[in-house]
């Protein structure tokens, strides 16, 4: 993939209840994705599987002029602790109902059916981007490599999101 003309500034969230930012592989394919790609981490924070921890935190970069993007991994699951869609989607602004669709259906050729589980969704909040992926490393790298990569890059045709988030 080629570098960026436009750079992002572009934060990291990892929800779980079980890692930490030294062993967040998914946090780390996101990071190490978005800066070889030429945008900049804006930040980075790991929560726990918790609605109000995870608004704050994202509610925080949302109200930050500074960050453009906001990627999510974690929480998207269906266990009694997987929160991320009932705690980011009351956040936007705007949903992008395609993103999911399209995710699952670029998932399918991975993982087949086991797909149907994955409640990955995305929207816009004050002019921010923000992507909720599953918490797999997997997930993360057919989100970025398929979909968001290309989206978050001004010279994308026929059109890309990065004009919704920068004046």
């Not at 726990?48 to 906001?70: E, F, H, L, T």
Request: aromatic share 8%.
């Amino acid at each position: 993939m080629s570098v960026v003309s436009q750079p992002l500034n572009l934060a990291v969230l990892t929800i779980s209840d079980t890692r930490t930012l030294e062993n967040d592989k998914s946090g780390d394919y996101l990071t190490n994705a978005l800066n070889t790609a030429g945008h900049n981490l804006g930040d980075r924070a790991l929560v726990k599987d918790d609605i109000y921890q995870q608004r704050a935190i994202v509610s925080a970069w949302i109200a930050n002029p500074d960050i453009n993007g906001i990627l999510i991994t974690g929480g998207t699951g269906f266990t009694h602790r997987d929160s991320t869609p009932e705690a980011i989607s009351v956040l936007f602004d705007k949903q992008v109902d395609g993103f999911g669709e399209l995710f699952r259906q670029v998932s399918y050729q991975e993982i087949g059916t086991s797909t149907i589980q994955s409640r990955a969704i995305a929207g816009f909040a004050n002019n921010t981007v923000i992507f909720c992926l599953p918490g797999s490393t997997g997930a993360c790298k057919t989100g970025w490599e398929k979909i968001i990569a290309s989206q978050l890059d001004v010279d994308f045709k026929p059109c890309n999101f990065v004009k919704h988030l920068v004046s």
